[in-house]
């Protein structure tokens, strides 16, 4: 009985090296998406909000790297990311009154890159 009990142990350090990977500095990466469930109106204002208040909102225009997909969810997804990196450490949530939800899978695709974090 005693003897299992370095097994555990070393069972329990070999998970957590495993895991580990997963934290970068110690947080877990994450994004500020639009909530599916929110309707186009209202990301629109909210998208809008964050445009004007910190987010980097060019790379959602015309021939720029995430103009497609061409749907009011995508394009707010990347505004509300781009407020959420850069405003974060600055008093700036993923909230838009319910518009945005914190995803752990990074929405970026093709040549459009969904910023991670600003350390
Ligand atoms: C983008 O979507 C808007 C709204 O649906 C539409 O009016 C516009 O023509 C689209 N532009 C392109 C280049 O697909």
């Given at each position: ?6 097994k555990?142990?070393?069972t ?9 990977p997963?934290?970068?500095n110690?947080q877990?990466e994450?994004?500020?998406i639009a909530?599916?469930q929110?309707p ?9 909000w964050?445009c004007?208040?910190?987010a980097d909102?060019?790379?959602?225009q ?5 103009f497609f997909?061409n749907?009011?969810?995508?394009h707010a ?6 407020y959420y ?10 909230y ?8 752990s899978?990074?929405p ?8 991670a974090?600003?350390?």
């Open positions: 009985m005693l003897s299992s009990m370095p555990l142990l070393i329990l350090i070999i998970f957590s090296s495993i895991l580990s997963l934290a970068v110690g877990f994450d994004w500020c909530d599916v929110t186009d109106d209202v990301l629109l204002g909210a998208m809008d964050a004007k208040n910190g909102c060019s790379n959602i015309l021939n720029q790297p995430c997909p749907t009011t969810a995508d997804s990347f505004a509300f990311n781009s990196q850069n405003m974060k450490t600055k008093g700036g949530d993923c838009f009154s319910a518009a945005a939800i914190i995803t899978l990074d970026s695709h093709d040549s459009c890159k969904f910023d974090s600003h350390e």
